[in-house]
């Protein structure tokens, strides 16, 4: 029994002793965007808020400490700009349907139904961007809200909305809110991501793409800010190329302390999480 | 409100099984004085996955536990983990004595979660997590002094959140539930 407890505290004391020397070299002076993935990470037993609800991102953001937070935008009937991931309202709400075939009034409305007891007393429903760029318009400095656009939605073909009327929403919520300093566009069409930085000049936008090397070369032919893309999709020395072009790199799909830390070991510009505790006490040294 | 019914539905029959075995052990014939014990334990709850070490004095069907715990999930080196107290109160209704045993308890933990620093965290506003939590669980003796034990508590976490750069502290609350496997060493019995 000695022996157990021996080493119980060996591995304490060697463990205690592992911190790695993070040395990053980005676009951005050394620093790490801290970015919760839909608010303060998707939803999972630990982190049980809904992904893009109001409390999910107010915990990251005035919770937690967050640098930034990353939200899905879609835009319903009648041309308003709701956050919500998925395809259909059924699959992660008591409503059902897709966004761009309702009006506002049907999804707002909708609560939440896989929360995991946080509405123990209260109901998260879906909101409005507006919502949250009203309540963060005045923060000084203001957090950077990176707007993922989802305009491709399957659900309902027929009722996808038209991309020059979504970059032109889009657009004015930016222009309205004086966003071109904290909101950066994500899309996976630089043709719409073009519409929006026309409408809203000097915005910056990120292009979400499955393929480091086409990404970034789109990215200097579009002259985009940077690209988005899965943390295991990109390598280091893709990451640094990207930077030698003046590419930021946003990074995602990151729980573990071993993704974190490979993360981290890239380089980045930003790091969409999903465990964001673990992400800002690694970047707290 | 389902996990509720089938909560109660496990309490009901952790109150009714005296499990298998008859009482050849004879654990419980020091049943009236105080019995220590030591453990460890694994555990999942809302703060994520935990270590826990922690120690226990019972008599009779009552016992009071205390120690520490660790939340690994989200540490970046150990001495940085945030950590935190566990606390709870058993009850034994069949007693102590059958290979298998079952108990009821009332838990208490903590996490902290500071500047790079567990220890700090109880001088200066940091993040803090506190679960209040009430479950059932069973026991299975391995022999005079090793143990198997494992549970299954709801309740309620409040998440007080220290912003420093705002200054302001945010609070969360919502549904608990914590299932915990640990192994127990009886050091006086």
Same mark, same amino acid.
């Given at each position: ?178 966003? *071109? ?53 990109? *390598? ?23 993704? *974190? ?25 | ?90 009850f034994f209704p069949n007693g102590t004595g059958d290979r298998f045993t079952a108990f009821m308890n009332i838990d208490y933990q ?80």
């Amino acid at each position: 029994m000695k022996k157990i407890i021996y080493l119980f505290f060996a591995v304490l004391v060697l463990g205690a002793c592992t911190k790695e020397k993070l040395d990053v070299n980005n676009l951005r002076e050394g620093r790490i965007m801290a970015c919760g993935h839909g608010g303060s990470g998707f939803q999972s037993y630990t982190n049980p808020y809904p992904s893009n609800s109001f409390s999910s991102i107010t915990r990251a953001l005035e919770g937690l400490g967050a640098d930034a937070v990353e939200v899905d935008v879609q835009m319903s009937a009648d041309k308003k700009l709701i956050l919500f991931h998925n395809e259909t309202l059924e699959s992660a709400t008591a409503c059902s349907g897709c966004i761009p075939s309702l009006q506002s009034q049907e999804i707002l409305g909708c609560s939440y139904n896989r929360d995991f007891g946080v509405s123990q007393f209260s109901e998260e429903h879906l909101i409005l961007l507006e919502t949250i760029l009203q309540r963060y318009s005045s923060w000084s400095p203001r957090p950077v809200i990176f707007l993922d656009i989802r305009d491709n939605n399957p659900c309902d073909a027929a009722a996808t909305p038209n991309e020059d009327t979504l970059a032109n929403e889009i657009a004015k919520m930016i222009n309205k809110y004086n966003g *071109t300093g904290w909101l950066y566009v994500i899309a996976d069409d630089a043709v719409l991501l073009n519409k929006i930085r026309s409408g809203a000049p000097g915005v910056r936008v990120y292009l979400d793409t499955e393929d480091a090397s086409a990404g970034i070369a789109e990215a200097i032919a579009q002259k985009l800010n940077g690209i988005v893309i899965v943390n295991e999709w990109i *390598t280091a020395q893709q990451v640094q190329g990207a930077h030698e072009k003046n590419i930021e790199v946003v990074l995602f799909g990151i729980k573990t302390r071993e993704g *974190t830390l490979e993360a981290v070991r890239k380089s980045p510009d930003a790091i969409q999480t999903d465990n964001l505790e673990l992400l800002l006490e690694v970047l707290r040294d | 409100m389902r996990q509720w019914y089938v909560w109660l539905v496990f309490m009901v029959i952790s109150l009714s099984v005296r499990a298998g075995a008859p009482d050849t052990l004879s654990l419980n014939s020091s049943f009236s004085s105080m019995r220590y014990h030591t453990f460890i334990a694994a555990s999942l709850s809302q703060t994520g996955y935990s270590t826990i070490a922690a120690g226990m004095a019972a008599r009779g069907k009552l016992g009071i536990s205390a120690g520490v715990k660790m939340v690994v999930n989200q540490a970046y080196t150990i001495s940085d983990a945030p950590a935190g107290i566990v606390t709870g109160v058993y009850f034994f209704p069949n007693g102590t004595g059958d290979r298998f045993t079952a108990f009821m308890n009332i838990d208490y933990q903590n996490t902290f979660n500071n500047d790079g620093s567990a220890l700090s965290a109880f001088f200066r506003p940091g993040n803090t997590v506190h679960e209040y939590t009430a479950g059932y669980g069973f026991d299975y003796h391995m022999g005079k002094r090793f143990t198997l034990s494992s549970q299954v508590n709801i309740g309620r976490y409040t998440q007080v959140l220290y912003n420093p750069i705002l200054d302001s502290r945010k609070v969360y609350s919502g549904f608990d539930t914590m299932v915990r496997l640990g192994f127990n060493y009886t050091l006086v019995r």
